[in-house]
């Protein structure tokens, strides 16, 4: 949640505290402060300050721009070029003088640009009024930013409009603080200081509400509260310059002074709210022969749609609630509302809807239909139901002052099942126990109180605590101890050894990669699998296409084998891993497995064997999952296994010293078998089974890949720390260029050296086609490659594309021979 400071100081007051300060005291509290956002940090205090349009006159040459006259309190007053639309004499700017350093409105990288005098169709312009864009507010650059009226002109733009942002990372058991005021509520317990609540109630009324609107609630337990208030003539329009730029920070886009309402008191104290032209309401109870509208709340039916405000039809189930009227369905509860009954520029009267509902049904509802709104956020965390009547009285309180709305007399309220008070028994004695630090009765009870407990002392250093009416999370005297240790500190806790000393805690770094790599050949796609250790010669023989076995003597014999098929410790991981595909290849279509284990080689002269810690896969039948986009996935083969080691030494930052390199092995079939590479040093192979080897195992007639690495040699060579580059900020430039090469020119080899001439900027390449034929001259091959230049701080211009593309072109040409296809 984005918590600004400047509407945290309205319930609290920090300006005394910096947010560095503050960010830690509410980690330490259990709110943990992810980020601190400084907006308008970077503003020029003398070059961009608050200023004031003294006249606007037409530009004398061109129709579509204006000359403005600002008084920024610095000078004399400065005539701008603008061509912003809602420009007007009084008004108060942002203004910003020669010099400045402000954002291009015009570049889609919103790159910093500085200031400077411009002649623009004839006249002089020494500054600029700004838009949000160019502030760095939002991406709004249609018009100017327009400041309150109560704005002091030439003062520095960054003390009156900047602002600072907290990142809080609100977890399900720290809800009630998913607002504003939920958190200006533990700062201000934090620091001992005076809550300020915001005000909720007004003198003019108008008609009673009474006779026109009915409230019915067909189960209570999943509508626990249901809350309306009436405003009737109110004025569509924006919502204040305040209100839109708190909105903006914490995360929400201003549409309307209604529809924005009811989104700040959702920010501000945790109600989210709903508002209905009360006029397309009264229609439908009529086409129903009502005079006035009903509302229902109830649980779907089967077959049921409703068309949501994002224009989605929405299929409900009887698990879901909703929101509906004697015509029909209004809204999914607590989730999003319908498109009939939306406010828009037409609507003059609105009923004003806040509610409480069961947490779990708003959960399941909103996970099934994808919605993840900031209601549904709430709602599903749980919202208690007295904070609907302080919800609806805040934002009625809000659209008379800012619609110009009059309010109904009273509100309709109903609330069949208020939830009894949760009331808990505290030990402190119990407490101490649990947090192993004394507790003072006095302090607990002081901090229970500014935490806006009930408390009552019972003697014994007992106390009744009581749940206040915003919070739904206290259970037992576990609760209680955790609000004490919050306030205390968490830091504040005393830590205690134990009295014997415990050994060193060494760890095994090979034994965590190893983990590693089953986490990531499991996230690829594929199944573990655990076989035997023991074989048989003959069937190690059966993977060779001479099917001689070896002797005996070559292998780990035991003294006195259970079974004879299991007499001998297998010198391969493929062995197992073709009695693995002879089993379930009976069963299923598509089969791709992996196994980490041992393979054991006698040493000549020594009584132990050389225990080699290897990778086995094997993967054949559909290489993906069929699907209705793609009924019959195309088979596994040598390629799609090559890419899943791939894509294993990327993860394990090992790529670039790895290399596949054509290769033979007695087991796979030639023109499909590479050798695995670390280094320069084979370590292992991979390929497609021999198609003799294939019927010698009873296997199906159709491409199976295998491969069998020594894993430790590998594991040996992942750094210990490597480094993490953020996600681009600018854009990529994308090229596609086709190298001609002989035959026996490797892929690898021209990509290694792309990547070495490309350099830095060079961020990714893709082989994405392989061509032979005419009109190619013979002996040679096509191999085009996709490349992405990007800069880490800029957008890269066509220039620096042109000098690293022929940097590339000739390292091509140079070390390889290479020519480029379409070159002249």
Known sequence: ??????????????????????????????????????????WDPERI??????????????????????????????????????????????????????????????????????????VRSEGMVLSE????????????????????????????????????????N???????????????????????????????????????????????????????????????????????????????????NVVDITNYV???????????????????????????????????????????????????????????????????????GGAETEVTEATRNVLLEAASWDYISIRRTSRRLGIFSEAAARFSRGVHPALALVGDRRAARLMHELAGGTIADGMADNYPAPPPAVTVEFDLDFGERLLGMALDEDEVVDILTRLEFAVERKGDRRLLVTQPDHRLDIHGPADIAEEVARIVGLDKLPSTLMADELPPLRTDRLRELEETVRDLL??????????????????????????????????????NPSSSERRVMRRTLLVSLVEALQ???????????????????????????DEQLRLGIAVTGPARPPSWLEPQPPHADFFDLKGVIEALCRHLHVAERVRFVPAEHPSLQPGRTAAVELDGRRIGVVGELHPLVREANDLPDRRIAVAEIELQPLLEAVPPTYQVEPVPRYPAIIEDIAVLVPEHTPAADVEAVIREAGGELLRYVELFDVYRGDPLPPGQKSLAYRLHYQAPDRTLTDEEAAQIRGRIVEALRQRLGATIRGAG
């Open 583 to 609: 089993r379930n290849l009976t069963h299923h279509d598509r089969v791709a497995i992996f196994e980490i284990g041992r393979a054991y080689l006698p040493k000549p002269g020594q009584q132990l064997p």
């Open 266 to 336: 959702m920010l501000e104290v945790g109600e989210p709210l709903h508002a209905f032209d009360y006029d397309k309401l009264v229609e439908r109870a009529r086409r129903t022969g009502r005079e006035t509208p009903k509302i229902i709340m109830r649980q779907a039916r089967e077959g049921e749609t409703l068309v949501t405000l994002d224009g989605v039809e929405r299929h409900l189930t009887p698990d879901d609630i909703l929101v509906t009227d004697t015509a029909g369905i209004l809204s999914i509860a607590g989730i999003m």
């Open 174 to 256: 720290i809800a009630r603080c998913m607002n504003i005021l939920g958190v200006a509520r533990e700062v201000a317990t934090l620091y001992r200081r005076p809550l300020r609540y915001p005000p909720t109630e007004w003198e003019e009324t108008g008609d009673p509400i009474e006779g026109k609107v009915e409230i019915e609630i067909q189960d209570p337990r999943r509508c626990h509260r249901f809350v309306a208030a009436l405003i009737m003539g109110v004025t569509i329009g924006p919502s204040p310059a305040w209100m839109q730029r708190r909105l903006r920070l914490a995360g929400m886009r201003p549409i309307n």
């Open 49 to 122: 300050r608050v200023g004031q349009v003294l006249r606007v006159e037409p530009h004398p040459n061109a129709d579509r721009l204006v000359l403005a006259t600002v008084d920024y309190g610095a000078g004399e007053p400065l005539t701008v070029v603008t061509g912003a639309p809602n420009v007007r004499p009084g008004m108060k700017v942002a203004f910003a003088t020669a010099g400045a350093t402000i954002i291009n409105g015009y570049s889609e990288a919103r790159e910093k640009m500085v200031l400077k005098p411009a002649t623009i169709r004839g």
């Open 133 to 172: 864009r160019e502030l760095g507010l939002s991406d709004e650059h249609e018009g100017i930013l327009e400041l309150e009226p109560e704005a002091p002109v030439g003062t520095p733009l960054r003390d009156w409009l900047g602002d600072t942002v907290l990142e809080i990372d609100i977890l399900p």
């Open 522 to 559: 499991v996230n690829a796609g594929l199944q573990e699998i655990i076989s035997y250790a023991l074989t048989t010669p003959e069937a190690e023989a059966r993977l060779r296409l001479d099917g001689t076995p070896r002797p005996e003597s070559e292998y780990v014999r035991l003294v």
């Open 1 to 42: 949640m984005r918590v600004p400071i400047s509407w945290l100081n309205d319930f609290v007051d920090v300006s005394d505290i910096s947010a560095d300060e503050l960010a830690e005291r509410l980690t330490l509290a259990g709110l943990e402060v992810t980020a601190i956002e400084r907006v308008g940090d970077w």
